[in-house]
């Protein structure tokens, strides 16, 4: 059963950077895209950036390109998010998900998700 776990979350001033990895078990990747989520209270689970697991292609939503990285380490199984120059409205619960489906940005498209980490940006 594929499991997905979430870590490096926690309290950063304004300004800071953090580093969220996703550790996968339970299956083989290959050929899945794996993708980063945020989530805020009362707000819709939105895309922030997509991998894909074989050739380590990223995408990412228009508005967290220039702050945002996501890479992959396979023979680690992990995922990371490479947070900079973080902002209060970026407090949110960080979710990573696998998706079979390519380059998809939709959260109905992804089948597997971890419990997420809460990131939270003081001012």
């Known amino acids: 059963q594929v499991q997905l776990v979430e870590s490096g979350g926690g309290l950063v001033q304004a300004g800071g950077s953090l580093r969220l990895s996703c550790g996968a078990s339970g299956g083989t990747f290959t050929g899945y895209d794996m993708g980063w989520f945020r989530q805020a209270p009362g707000k819709e689970r939105t895309f922030l950036a997509g991998i894909t697991w074989s050739g380590g292609v990223a995408y990412y939503a228009d508005s967290m390109k220039a702050r945002f990285t996501i890479s992959r380490n396979s023979a680690k199984n992990t995922v990371y998010l490479q947070m900079s120059s973080l902002k209060p409205e970026d407090t949110a619960v960080y979710f990573c998900?696998?998706?079979?489906?390519?380059?998809?940005?939709?959260?109905?498209?992804?089948?597997?998700w971890g419990q997420g980490t809460q990131v939270t940006v003081s001012s």
């Open positions: 998900a696998a998706s079979r489906f390519p380059g998809r940005r939709q959260p109905d498209d992804y089948s597997y």
